[in-house]
């Protein structure tokens, strides 16, 4: 089997998904007696989001693998997924591909025959809600980024402002780096929540 990560093991989500995958892949080879054989390659999309060089990404992918009898191809997250949907019959046309963590139901996803997996279901408006509560501020800011899965994040949290209970002040950050953390942060009072929507 390989997978095909949409981000790198810079991520904790990524290490812990690759470390749940490697671990249940050996639990079922001790059942079957005999090697289920992972393969991980990492799409490298929180760094860059463009995708600019996903098609040398699946040529390369294709020709490494190209002599190795793949059953099925897993793929995480938005950006992973969507380049399989669109790219599949060009470079894996007779994998059946299992996705997860994917933010955005779509119908295509829902009718492509040869594609099932998991959907991440959450709310992220319960989230700041409950910060609130917990908090007691009336402000929040919240930290997104401009991958598929960033901007999922942010059409969720589109109707924040009118969720009964919601605070007053809501303050968006796209795109926040490490080094911007106490410019762009700094500025607003120490007890103001801060929800990580994305990076």
Same mark, same amino acid.
């Given at each position: 089997?390989?997978?095909?990560?949409?981000?790198?093991?810079?991520?904790?989500?990524?290490?812990?998904?690759?470390?749940?995958?490697?671990?249940?892949?050996?639990?079922?080879?001790?059942?079957?007696?005999?090697?289920?054989?992972?393969?991980?390659?990492?799409?490298?999309? @929180?760094?860059? &989001?463009? #995708?600019?060089?996903?098609?040398?990404?699946?040529?390369? =992918?294709?020709?490494?693998?190209? *002599? %190795? !009898?793949?059953?099925?191809?897993?793929?995480?997250?938005?950006?992973?997924?969507?380049?399989?949907?669109?790219?599949?019959? @060009?470079?894996? &046309?007779? #994998?059946?591909?299992?996705?997860?963590?994917?933010?955005? =139901?779509?119908?295509?996803?829902? *009718? %492509? !025959?040869?594609?099932?997996?998991?959907?991440?279901?959450?709310?992220?408006?319960?989230?700041?809600?409950?910060?609130?509560?917990?908090?007691?501020?009336?402000?929040?800011?919240?930290?997104?980024?401009?991958?598929?899965?960033?901007?999922?994040?942010?059409?969720?949290?589109?109707?924040?402002?009118?969720?009964?209970?919601?605070?007053?002040?809501?303050?968006?950050?796209?795109?926040?780096?490490?080094?911007?953390?106490?410019?762009?942060?700094?500025?607003?009072?120490?007890?103001?929540?801060?929800?990580?929507?994305?990076?």
């Amino acid at each position: 089997m390989l997978v095909i990560h949409s981000y790198n093991l810079d991520f904790d989500w990524t290490r812990r998904e690759k470390t749940g995958i490697d671990q249940t892949f050996a639990e079922i080879s001790e059942q079957l007696g005999r090697d289920v054989m992972v393969y991980h390659e990492f799409l490298d999309a @929180k760094r860059y &989001p463009s #995708l600019d060089y996903s098609q040398d990404f699946l040529s390369y =992918v294709q020709r490494k693998y190209k *002599d %190795t !009898p793949l059953l099925m191809l897993m793929v995480s997250d938005d950006p992973g997924t969507n380049l399989i949907l669109a790219n599949r019959d @060009k470079y894996f &046309p007779t #994998l059946p591909v299992v996705f997860m963590g994917v933010n955005k =139901v779509r119908q295509e996803i829902l *009718d %492509t !025959p040869w594609l099932t997996g998991a959907f991440e279901v959450r709310t992220p408006i319960q989230t700041v809600l409950a910060a609130s509560k917990q908090t007691g501020s009336d402000h929040i800011i919240i930290t997104i980024d401009s991958t598929e899965t960033g901007q999922a994040n942010l059409s969720l949290l589109e109707d924040l402002s009118s969720t009964p209970g919601a605070p007053q002040q809501v303050i968006f950050i796209e795109d926040l780096t490490p080094d911007a953390i106490a410019q762009e942060i700094g500025i607003y009072p120490d007890s103001w929540p801060i929800f990580l929507s994305g990076q």
